[in-house]
């Protein structure tokens, strides 16, 4: 990997961190996350073990972080529970919530850690990038924006194919164990599941990498961070007054994936509405009220 810094190979392979962001330093262009970026793959001077370390940390720590306020409002029904969307149904039990973490864990080392460990070759193999500086603002935003709508996409279909039967009893019937799901669960689903549906989020960066050559590993952990708190959002149980979904109408939010738990049939999609909507398979007795309108 090529820095553009003023270092010697000499001073990274004894260097400590403090050292090595200080070294970061020389470059005054950089900012905080830069030089830290450098200084992570200086340390561990070896790009497959570094990349992966950042993955996997991001990824254990910003999932159960964005599940802890699930937890606490489950936690204090005082507070909460008139925003409980299935608001009739017991919180899930510390016992519950307990053995979906101990899955989810399961499922993050044995499934998702190896796929982790593959990342770096493939993303090499199709040209992303992972040098410093990092991509302005503007163009992450616009290549977060399109990989959520090419995930949406992909989701919805082979999602409606997972409710297929065979698919169903084969892949698809562990995520459907909760019929009221709590942020936990939105990880909860067999090995097959996790790789096929995953291939929705990490398959749009690598092809736009491919063909620009302009995708960063940095616009690649935003856009699976942003994803993952979709998801535990979506899984949450709660709909707020400040849910995304009331500022921006074709997000589906918790209101939305909550019904495909509850009705079982419809809202497939994971992120927006437009797919359901226009395939007629929005869930529950409001797809009836649209179906009945057309
Ligand atoms: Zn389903
Ligand atoms: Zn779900």
């Not at 409002?73 to 409980?84: N, V």
């Not at 864990?105 to 593959?118: G, N």
């Not at 990989?147 to 949406?152: C, G, W």
């Amino acid at each position: 990997m090529d820095f553009h810094l003023n270092s010697t190979v000499a001073a990274q392979a004894t260097a400590s961190y403090p050292e090595l962001f200080a070294l970061a330093g020389q470059n005054p262009n950089l900012s905080w996350l830069e030089k830290a970026w450098w200084t992570h793959y200086a340390y561990w001077d070896n790009d497959i073990i570094a990349t992966g370390i950042i993955t996997f940390l991001a990824h254990e720590i910003l999932y159960f972080a964005r599940c802890i306020p699930w937890i606490i409002a489950d936690a204090l029904p005082g507070l909460f529970h008139r925003y409980k969307i299935q608001d009739k149904k017991a919180p899930p039990s510390a016992k519950e919530q307990w053995s979906c973490v101990k899955y989810i864990l399961a499922i993050h080392f044995i499934v998702e850690l190896p796929m982790i460990v593959l990342f770096h070759p493939m993303m090499e193999f199709f040209g992303l990038k992972y040098a410093i500086p990092f991509p302005d603002l503007k163009t992450i935003a616009i290549q977060i924006a399109i990989f959520f709508f090419v995930e949406d996409t992909y989701h919805y279909w082979l999602h409606r194919a997972f409710h297929w039967g065979p698919l169903y009893r084969s892949i698809h019937r562990v995520h459907h164990q909760y019929a009221a799901p709590f942020g936990l669960t939105a990880e909860y689903a067999s090995p097959w599941e996790t790789m096929l549906l995953g291939l929705g989020t990490i398959g749009p960066p690598l092809v736009l990498g491919s063909f620009t050559g302009e995708v960063h590993l940095m616009t690649v952990l935003a856009w699976v961070a942003l994803r993952q708190f979709q998801a535990i959002d979506a899984h949450s149980g709660y709909d707020f007054p400040w849910s995304l979904r009331r500022i921006f109408p074709l997000w589906g939010g918790s209101d939305w994936h909550d019904d495909h738990h509850r009705y079982f049939r419809g809202n497939y999609s994971s992120s927006f509405k437009h797919w359901d909507v226009l395939m007629g398979t929005v869930a529950g007795p409001r797809g009836k009220k649209m179906r009945k309108e057309e």
